[in-house]
């Protein structure tokens, strides 16, 4: 249910909002009642919150069964445009189109298979391509033929940015690198000792939340150990 429809603040001082269906008349009130409307505590956007969880009732979550699942631990989920929803897991990847649900795992002996089991993250770009992060590499999910191209990297990937024709993955210990989605082609940058242009430190973290970022013919890279610029049309 859709409890509100927007939330708008001013020099942080009150909060207007705007309530939709949802709502019973007596629920109403008393949500209008918790609103807070001037910031006499620095704490208020908890309050704030506590109050719409408190609206909540537990018959509006309701537990989704999905057979034949590769591992109830699921770790990533994405929808793609064609209506099939994806469900990475510590054991596999699930493809699930509201009946069945098909399964794919690594195979180190078919390298058209899943590089790895465990699905960290699960990315759908503009042309309903499929990419999977887990903890060999990047996999482009070939829909025409049912299997996987496999980007790998040495170290699990940790970041992904879209822009584009491009995909750009940090890594936790061996740089990032760039995918080409039109060609396949993948650049990599690290840090090396001798060169002294390249990027400061190979490493990345998961305490970071946002460290690259594209900005025209460049990508600013943030990594544990300094700020780098790469430029890309050199």
Known sequence: KEILSSISSENFSYLELSLVKGLSQDQHKNFKALVLTKQTNKHWSLFFFLAICSLLRAEDFKRKTIDNITSNRILSIARDSTGYV???TDEGLNKYDGLKTTNYRSNIFDVSTLSSNRIWD??????????????????????????????????RPLHLLNKKDSLFVTTRQHGLF??????????????????PMSISSSRFSTEQKTPITKDNGSIWVGTTNGLNIINLQT
Do not use: H, M, Q
Not at 125 to 148: A, M, P, S
Not at 178 to 195: G, M, R
């Open 178 to 195: 760039v995918i080409d989605k039109n060609t396949a082609e993948k650049t990599s940058f690290s840090f090396d000792p001798l060169d």
């Open 86 to 88: 994806w469900l990475g």
């Open 122 to 155: 699960i990315f759908v770009d503009r042309d309903n391509r499929v990419w999977i992060l887990n903890d060999r590499g990047v996999d482009l999910y070939n829909r025409k033929e049912n299997k996987f191209i496999r980007f790998p990297s040495k170290s």
